[in-house]
Nanobody, 118 residues
Framework: QVQLVESGGGLVQAGGSLSLSCAAS????????MGWFRRAPGKERDLVAL????????YYADSVKGRFTISRDNAKNTVSLQMNSLKPEDTAVYYC???????????WGQGTQVTVSS
C-alpha cells in the first residue's frame, strides 16, 4: 500500500499563493487516483480536488475552481496542489489521499496546515 507525505503548508496573507506537494512511496503510484482534502476547524473533511491516473482528468470543488490546480508527476511519484488567490476560508489542514479504481479514498497523509490571514 502506498504511503503519503505532504509538505508545503504555512501562513500566507489573503490573495497570496501556496503550493502543496505530496510524495508517495511503497506502491505503484500510477495505479492510484489522487486527491486533496481539507478539514477546516469544526467542519468535516471535504474533497478539494482529485486527479485521474494519467492526469488527464481532474475535479475541483466549486469553492476552489479557478484558483487551485492539481497536478501529478508519475515519474516522481508526486501530486501537487497549486493554490492561488487564497482566502481566509481556505484555512484548514490539507490532506493528500489515494484510492484504487472506484473505491473510496482509503490512504491518507498526515496533513499539512494552511493558514490564510485577512
Amino acid at each position: 500500500q502506498v504511503q503519503l507525505v505532504e509538505s508545503g503548508g504555512g501562513l500566507v496573507q489573503a490573495g497570496g499563493s501556496l503550493s502543496l506537494s505530496c510524495a508517495a512511496s511503497g506502491g505503484t503510484f500510477s495505479s492510484y487516483v489522487m486527491g486533496w482534502f481539507r478539514r477546516a476547524p469544526g467542519k468535516e473533511r471535504d474533497l478539494v480536488a482529485l486527479i485521474t491516473l494519467s492526469g488527464g482528468g481532474t475535479y475541483y470543488a466549486d469553492s476552489v475552481k479557478g484558483r487551485f490546480t492539481i497536478s501529478r508527476d508519475n515519474a516522481k511519484n508526486t501530486v501537487s496542489l497549486q493554490m492561488n488567490s487564497l482566502k481566509p476560508e481556505d484555512t484548514a489542514v490539507y490532506y493528500c489521499a489515494a484510492k484504487l479504481g472506484t473505491s473510496k479514498f482509503d490512504t491518507w497523509g498526515q496533513g499539512t496546515q494552511v493558514t490564510v490571514s485577512s
